[in-house]
């Protein structure tokens, strides 16, 4: 089963395709199909991965906001 999006991104390379094609190839892809879906695999994971950081801060910085920098207070 293909991914309608990356069979639509390959159809709009036009001037693109050859060069989508040898870096495909250089970087040991059978098809252009199975670059375009690591291509977005990764880029996924990039953003999810962003996503926990920010999560993740977001909680670090709550418990420091309620903590008081002094003792005397």
Known sequence: MQN???V???ENLK???SYEEKRASKLGF????DYFEDKISKKQKAIE???KELETSKADEQPKANKKSC???
Do not use: H
């Open 4 to 6: 309608q999006e990356i």
């Open 8 to 10: 639509k991104i390959i």
């Open 15 to 17: 001037g693109k395709r």
């Open 30 to 33: 059978a098809s252009l199909y």
């Open 49 to 51: 991965n962003e996503q």
């Open 71 to 73: 003792s005397c207070c």
